[in-house]
């Protein structure tokens, strides 16, 4: 089953973020909310970009289908293309995220924290990109097993340079917050090299040409059609991203204003549903590829099935994982701080209620995001988009703030905000995916 080895590959593949959080933790409450600020600005760019360029995993996946091995590879090589253009200038806008995150009224303080790390880190946008490109490759051909092993290794690399580098071992000097950044570009860079390695030495992708030099003509016609199909499909699935990540983002700014208690709290919940969001997320490519397959064979009944059972794996799936957010809520804080340190009880006693509200919504976010992958096989990505924009913001962030701030409910009321808006999206895309025509 293609979901299991796409779903653990993303799991360990968020782990670097988790990781991340976890150990600033290690540094204090004031460094995990800084630090995890500067995380989730990190993770916003990459999940904008990364969903453009994400459209090589339908297109790939189809043409794969339909027996055209040349167009896969083409596909690949102009992805890798847009990834580098696309990732230089968000590299700099992340170096200097200082300014930006002023100008957003954040403290000056957090600010200065956070943009020691984001400098760090930076660098590893564009292998990020890369490698997110090589890996809806190797899943568009049913082969994501080494991906899996990439991100496990890369992920244990991380984990290690993170202790070196914060805490000076090894001959090399306490780095703090910076070390944890830049042991995150570190491993970013192995992982894509890592995979780059494997997939020119393999001669069954040979045949693909991933890596072949350019035709004489610059940029022929073909490449530009694909170009533009890249863009027409990625786009709409990037801009469904940053409604949704920009919505948590924008609760995150919101919640920032409320205190470092509250923002500190608010980063352990939304590190700890960024890696359940992950195993949806799998399931939502594996989706994407399957569907995308049995639409390139003009398999009607097989692309609708592949949707559905896609849909029931995903809330399974996140049902599961609301239990123990539910059952033991304590026992996830603890990984970020200490829980029997008084000076971060209210910190914790904040962090157990948000993550009973995340449990309530994570069965609906891994049911919006399947949806929308589902979709995404069918390259419908303009439509979905636009629920997007209704659902997070019009009702999800409208909510939030009604209950955040006009009630007075603070963090947990923005989090009600944010079940809302997931809830509605869920409901709306699974009716698209449901009526919407498959002979596209």
């Known amino acids: 089953m293609l979901a299991v080895p796409l779903a653990a590959a993303q799991l360990a593949q968020s782990a670097t973020g988790f990781v991340d959080t976890v150990m600033m933790g290690w540094l204090g409450s004031q460094t995990i909310a800084s630090g995890g600020l500067g995380a989730v600005i990190f993770s916003f760019c990459l999940l904008i970009i990364t969903g453009i360029v994400s459209a090589v995993s339908p297109l790939a996946a189809e043409a794969y289908g339909a027996g055209n091995r040349e167009k896969v590879g083409t596909i690949v090589r102009l992805g890798l293309r847009i990834s580098l253009v696309l990732g230089i200038p968000i590299t700099l806008l992340l170096y200097n995220g200082g300014a930006l995150l002023l100008l957003l009224g954040q403290n000056a303080n957090t600010v200065a924290l956070a943009e020691i790390y984001l400098r760090a880190i930076a660098l590893g946008f564009i292998p990020a990109l890369g490698f997110g490109v090589l890996k809806s490759f190797l899943s568009a051909l049913l082969q994501p097993q080494l991906v899996i092993v990439t991100v496990v290794l890369g992920t244990l690399f991380n984990i290690t340079a993170n202790y070196v580098l914060m805490f000076g071992k090894l001959g090399f000097p306490a780095l703090g917050l910076a070390g944890i950044g830049w042991a995150s570009t570190l491993s970013l860079w192995s992982m894509f090299v890592a995979l780059t390695v494997y997939i020119c030495n393999q001669p069954r992708f040979a045949v693909y040409g991933i890596f072949r030099p350019s035709s004489h003509e610059a940029f022929p016609l073909e490449h530009r059609r694909i170009v533009g199909e890249i863009f027409q499909v990625g786009l709409p699935i990037g801009g469904l991203i940053a409604v949704e990540g920009g919505l948590f983002t924008v609760v995150t700014f919101s919640i920032g204003q409320l205190g470092t208690n509250a923002l500190a709290a608010h980063q352990i919940a939304l590190q700890t549903i960024s890696i359940s969001f992950q195993m949806a997320l799998g399931i939502s490519l594996a989706t994407t590829v399957r569907v995308g397959q049995l639409a390139g064979q003009n398999d009607l009944v097989g692309t609708r099935l592949a949707g559905y059972v896609g849909l029931a794996i995903a809330a399974l799936s996140m049902g599961i994982v609301s ?62 988009m636009l629920i997007g924009i209704f659902a997070y913001w019009c009702v999800g962030l409208f909510s939030g703030y009604i209950f955040g701030i006009s009630l007075g409910f603070g963090a947990i009321g923005f989090w009600w905000g944010l079940a809302i808006g997931l809830a509605i999206a869920a409901i709306i895309l699974t009716w698209r995916f449901s009526t919407r025509k498959t002979n596209n």
């Open 323 to 384: 239990l123990a957010f539910w059952l033991v809520p304590k026992s996830i804080i603890c990984l970020y701080i200490d829980i029997n340190n008084q000076n971060n009880a209210d910190v914790v006693a904040l962090a157990v209620k948000l993550l009973a509200v995340a449990a309530i919504f994570q069965i609906v976010d891994g049911v919006q995001v399947t949806a929308a992958g589902a979709l995404r096989g069918l390259k419908d990505t303009q439509i979905p």
